[in-house]
């Protein structure tokens, strides 16, 4: 099992970014998909998620307007489309798939978002 991000850098504030998380090694199409994110001496916090069919999504307050996630399940893929970034949406950015069964929960190892002022 796999969960590759992709897509992080350095950005200035106002600018946009597309993060990507590619899968393998599980039914992709069958698992929600989410992002989380991390800022250095904080939790890590859901930013979006997305259901299986890519039906329903669902993000938090700080980032709605701004991001949208989406998947393409013929790819094993989901997106992160990032606009009008913040200083403090700087964080490593995490993919998580979640099974529909027994809770099973995979994670990516990151990619580090930047962002300038």
């Known amino acids: 099992v796999q969960l590759v991000e992709s897509g992080g850098g350095l950005v200035q504030a106002g600018g946009s970014l597309r993060l990507s998380c590619a899968a393998s090694g599980f039914a992709f199409s069958m698992f929600t998909m989410s992002w989380y994110r991390q800022a250095p001496g904080k939790e890590r916090e859901l930013v979006a998620n997305i259901s299986s069919t890519g039906d329903n999504t669902n993000y938090a307050e700080s980032v709605k307007g701004r991001f949208t996630i989406s998947r393409d399940n013929a790819k094993d893929t989901v997106y992160l489309q990032m606009n009008t970034l913040k200083p403090e949406d700087a964080a490593v950015y995490y993919c998580?798939?979640?099974?529909?069964?027994?809770?099973?929960?995979?994670w990516g190892k990151g990619t580090l978002v930047t962002v300038s002022s």
């Open positions: 998580k798939a979640m099974g529909p069964f027994s809770g099973v929960t995979y």
